[in-house]
């Protein structure tokens, strides 16, 4: 989606600091890191969100978290959060699909 700047960063269009890279995914340093590791793992298909996923996107959510998995490997992190959010109350920012995988310090539950 030509306004959407996670689309963009996929297109590279504008820089990121990319981790990994899939035939169906991209990893990136967040650029408001909320922990000493903090990647952000985007489907290359622009999905705004969780509820907007399809039943024929199964392997496309399956390769998200597969790629959040390996970037925390590649990281060296054993231990470590991912987080979803979905939808403005949520917490959502930027409506294209992200894992956040958050590691390199503890974290607290439940979440504020
Ligand atoms: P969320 O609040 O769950 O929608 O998270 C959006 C995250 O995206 C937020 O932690 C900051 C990050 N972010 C927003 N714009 C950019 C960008 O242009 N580059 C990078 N690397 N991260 C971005």
């Not at 297109?11 to 967040?30: H, K, M, N, Y």
């Not at 054993?78 to 390199?104: C, E, K, M, W």
Request: charged share 20%.
């Amino acid at each position: 989606m030509s306004s959407c700047i996670f689309c963009k960063i996929v297109a590279g269009q504008i820089p990121a600091a990319v981790v990994l890279e899939t035939s169906d995914a991209v990893a990136f340093r967040d650029i408001n890191a909320q922990a000493p590791h903090h990647y952000l793992v985007i489907p290359r298909k622009h999905v705004e969100a969780i509820k907007d996923l399809e039943d024929a996107d199964q392997a496309l959510a399956g390769a998200l978290l597969l790629a959040a998995r390996d970037v925390a490997r590649q990281q060296g992190l054993d231990s470590y959060r991912l987080v979803v959010n979905t939808g403005p109350d949520a917490g959502q920012t930027v409506f294209h699909i992200h894992v956040h995988v958050l590691g390199g310090r503890g974290f607290a539950w439940p979440p504020g």
